[in-house]
C-alpha cells in the first residue's frame, strides 16, 4: 500500500484546526484511537469469547439492560482518557453522573461507548459515539454539571467508531468530516473517505415503523409519502433500519437518507440522548452538509437541561429533515 495516511498524521496536519491546540486533541484522539482498538478486537471475538456475551446482570441510568460489553467498553475509554491527562470529566451513557478526572484538564468528554450493544449476540454493526467540549469552569477547578450541559454549537469536535465488516473512524473539528478505516495488518487507521459530502436528496428513510401508531400524525403523514409511488419525485423511498444509530447513520451519511426517532406515546420526549447521540452526530451531519432537527428545531441549539436528556431526532440530507419537518408542522395548522 502506498501514499496513505494515517489517522496520526492526519491529525498532525490538521493540529492547527483545533481550538488553542497544543498537543492535547492529538493526545485525545490517541486515546479513543486505543480503546476503539481495544473493542473492535473484543467486538470481533463476540461470538468466540463468552465472557463478553450477554447480559451485565444491571441496569444503565435509563433503566436498559447493560450487556457485558456495554461495561467493556466503557471502562476501556474511561481508562484510556483518563491516561491522557487533558480531560478533566467524562459524561457516559452508562454512567449515572459525570465522573470527574483531572482539574487541570481543559476539554470535557460526552459519550455513547458502545451504541447499538443489543445486536452484539446477533452480529449486527454497533459503534461508538464521542462529543468533545472545552470546559467553562476555570481550570485547576473540578469540573461541574454546567461543563457538560452546553449547547450542541459549542462542540470543538465530535465522531463515531462503526465496528462492523470493517472499522472505521469518522470524525470533524468544525472543518469538513474525514473517515479513517483501520487496517488490523498495519494495525493503524488510514484515510479512507476524506472530505465526506452526504447527499442533499436521500432516497432512505429509516425508522422503527412498529411505532407507526405510536407516532404523531404527521409522522405517519411522512412514511406514507415515502412510501407513495410517484416518479416524479423519486419515490417510493427505500426503509432501511438496522436498529443501530451508528450503522444507520453511517449509511445514510455516505448514500443520502434520513434517520428518524420521534416522540411516541410511549416515549413522548423520544428515546436518543441528546449529549450522547443527538449532537455529535447533528455536528457532523452538518458539517457534512446535512441537517439534524427534533421536528421543529435545530438539535444543536438547544439548550441541555440534564446529562440523560432525550429528544425526538431527525438527521439526514436536508431535504429530506426539511420535508419531515414540514410534515410535522402541518399538525399544527
Do not use: W
Not at 452526504?198 to 403523514?221: A, C, D, R
Request: net charge negative; with cysteine.
Amino acid at each position: 500500500m502506498t501514499d496513505v495516511t494515517t489517522l496520526g498524521e492526519f491529525i498532525i496536519e490538521k493540529q492547527m484546526d483545533f481550538p488553542g491546540s497544543s498537543g492535547e486533541f492529538s493526545r485525545l484522539l490517541s486515546a479513543i484511537r486505543l480503546a476503539s482498538k481495544i473493542v473492535s478486537q473484543q467486538v470481533n471475538k463476540a461470538g468466540l469469547l463468552s465472557h463478553i456475551m450477554g447480559s451485565a446482570g444491571a441496569e444503565n441510568v435509563q433503566g436498559e439492560q447493560q450487556q457485558k460489553l456495554d461495561v467493556f467498553a466503557n471502562d476501556q475509554f474511561i481508562k484510556a482518557l483518563t491516561k491522557r491527562k487533558v480531560v478533566c470529566g467524562i459524561a457516559s451513557e452508562e454512567n449515572d453522573d459525570f465522573i470527574a478526572i483531572n482539574d487541570s484538564g481543559s476539554y470535557i468528554i460526552a459519550m455513547d461507548p458502545l451504541d447499538g450493544s443489543s445486536n452484539i449476540d446477533v452480529n449486527v454493526s454497533i459503534g461508538t459515539i464521542f462529543s468533545i467540549y472545552k470546559r467553562i469552569t476555570p481550570e485547576g477547578t473540578p469540573v461541574q454539571k454546567e461543563d457538560f450541559l452546553q449547547k450542541g454549537t459549542s462542540q470543538v469536535a465530535a465522531g463515531y467508531v462503526i465496528y462492523g465488516s470493517s472499522t472505521m473512524m469518522v470524525y470533524t473539528t468544525g472543518h469538513g468530516v474525514n473517515g479513517f478505516t483501520y487496517d488490523p495488518g498495519m494495525g493503524v487507521f488510514i484515510l479512507s473517505h476524506p472530505e465526506m459530502k452526504i447527499p442533499q436528496k436521500g432516497k432512505i428513510y429509516s425508522i422503527n415503523e412498529g411505532n407507526f401508531y405510536k407516532s404523531s400524525t404527521g409522522v405517519q403523514e411522512f412514511i406514507k409519502y415515502a412510501q407513495k409511488i410517484d416518479p416524479d419525485t423519486n419515490r417510493p423511498y427505500t426503509g432501511r433500519y438496522i436498529g443501530s444509530l451508528v450503522a444507520d447513520f453511517h449509511r445514510n451519511l455516505i448514500k443520502g437518507g434520513l434517520y428518524m426517532y420521534p416522540s411516541t406515546t410511549s416515549a413522548p420526549k423520544g428515546k436518543l440522548r441528546l449529549l450522547y447521540e443527538c449532537n455529535p452526530l447533528a455536528f457532523i451531519v452538518e458539517q457534512a452538509g446535512g441537517k439534524a432537527s427534533d421536528g421543529k428545531n435545530r438539535i444543536l441549539d438547544i439548550q441541555p437541561t440534564d446529562l440523560h436528556q432525550r429528544v425526538p431526532y431527525y438527521v439526514g440530507s436536508t431535504e429530506m429533515v426539511n420535508k419531515v419537518e414540514e410534515f410535522i408542522s402541518n399538525e399544527d395548522s
